[in-house]
């Protein structure tokens, strides 16, 4: 089985889960394969977050399960670069960004939360952005 995250015309996002590729055509062509929350049929297969392991399973001083060792260690590295390179403005995330992108302050890496009301302004204004998922290792 395979699981492809799906978009409605209406913005609907919701999970199919099908033998292969060829399977969601055939059925979309069918006309099978429609939004649960408003029934469009106008639906697309849409990228879906990336999911990362390690090919290395080789045993590492770190605690960690064989198998978690390197992508923990990948993040790990990743949100250590961000703490090191980005200043931290907190709630003001949106705030800043937009002084940044209209030239009221200069340009830096800035990292720090946002609201979806706030994601969705700071896309209305073409301003990029990345969200970066907050790691919580288990200790």
């Known amino acids: 089985?395979?699981?492809?995250?799906i978009k409605c015309e209406k913005g609907h996002r919701?999970?199919?889960?099908f033998k292969d590729r060829k399977a969601f055509v055939k059925q979309h062509r069918q006309k099978l394969v429609s939004c649960p929350v408003c029934n469009s049929l106008d639906v697309e297969i849409v990228p879906s977050n990336i999911t990362i392991m390690g090919k290395d399973t080789?045993?590492?001083?770190?605690?960690l399960p064989q198998n978690e060792a390197l992508p923990a260690k990948a993040l790990h590295a990743l949100h250590q670069y961000i703490d090191?390179?980005?200043d931290d403005v907190g709630n003001k995330f949106a705030e800043v960004a937009l002084k940044i992108h209209y030239g009221e302050e200069e340009k830096r890496n800035?990292?720090?939360t946002t609201t979806s009301q706030e994601e969705a302004e700071l896309k209305e204004e073409g301003v990029p952005f990345v969200k970066?998922?907050?790691?919580k290792m288990d200790s």
Do not use: A, H, L, S
């Open 1 to 5: 089985m395979i699981i492809f995250d």
């Open 14 to 17: 919701f999970e199919g889960w």
């Open 58 to 63: 080789r045993p590492v001083n770190d605690g």
């Open 84 to 86: 090191k390179n980005f």
């Open 110 to 112: 800035i990292k720090g």
């Open 132 to 135: 970066i998922p907050v790691i």
